[in-house]
């Protein structure tokens, strides 16, 4: 049991992301993988949240968590922006957050620059390019090669740490915030 205080589903989900430890599975699937766990996971925990925040709604804040439902979906900023501001995962501003932010990077440059940073991602500034460097090397273990990621021995391990973290401060903070409509 990875904690009493999490979820049933978030633990799978961890569980999940904990698969990832095999050496068969190539560090750039496991990268994918973790990615996508936490991201089904992370929008489940939103879902029920914004639900639960609908039953006790004035209609401004129908209006309000109708739009939040529809857009969360469409980046992690999106995301983030529900759980810490919405729901209070204030965990999720800090190097947790950040972690998971540089993890998602490094997805996107596997899933849409074949292992290489994109123009995108870069916005065509070397300061951008640097600092994301150096936050690849802090949070992942992954080295930039010019453009092209070049995980190392550590990046695995920090993978699954990056991902398990993520959700499990999300989930968290979602019991809290519905326990706190409970007590309303």
């Known amino acids: 049991m990875i904690g009493p205080e999490i979820s049933f589903d978030s633990e799978l989900a961890i569980r999940r992301i904990n698969k990832m430890w095999s050496g068969d599975i190539p560090i750039e699937t496991a990268i994918m993988t973790v990615v996508t766990?936490?991201?089904?996971?992370?929008?489940?925990?939103?879902?029920h949240g914004v639900a639960?925040?609908?039953?006790?709604?004035s209609p401004l804040a129908l209006l309000s968590l109708k739009e939040a439902n529809s857009n969360f979906t469409q980046s992690w900023e999106g995301r983030r922006r529900v759980l810490v501001q919405g729901f209070g995962a204030r965990e999720l501003a800090g190097d947790v957050g950040r972690r998971f932010h540089v993890l998602v990077i490094a997805r996107n440059a596997l899933a849409h620059g074949s292992g290489r940073l994109t123009d995108r991602q870069l916005?065509?500034?070397?300061?951008?390019?640097?600092?994301?460097?150096?936050?690849?090397?802090?949070?992942?273990?992954?080295?930039?090669?010019?453009?092209?990621?070049?995980p190392s021995g550590e990046t695995r391990r920090l993978t699954i740490l990056a991902g398990s973290e993520y959700v499990r401060a999300a989930d968290l903070a979602l019991q809290a915030y519905v326990d706190s409509l409970d007590v309303a």
């Open 123 to 150: 916005g065509g500034k070397p300061a951008k390019a640097i600092t994301l460097g150096k936050d690849m090397q802090r949070f992942l273990g992954i080295s930039l090669r010019g453009r092209t990621l070049a």
């Open 52 to 57: 639960r925040s609908r039953e006790n709604a």
């Open 37 to 47: 766990v936490a991201e089904y996971r992370i929008d489940e925990i939103i879902r």
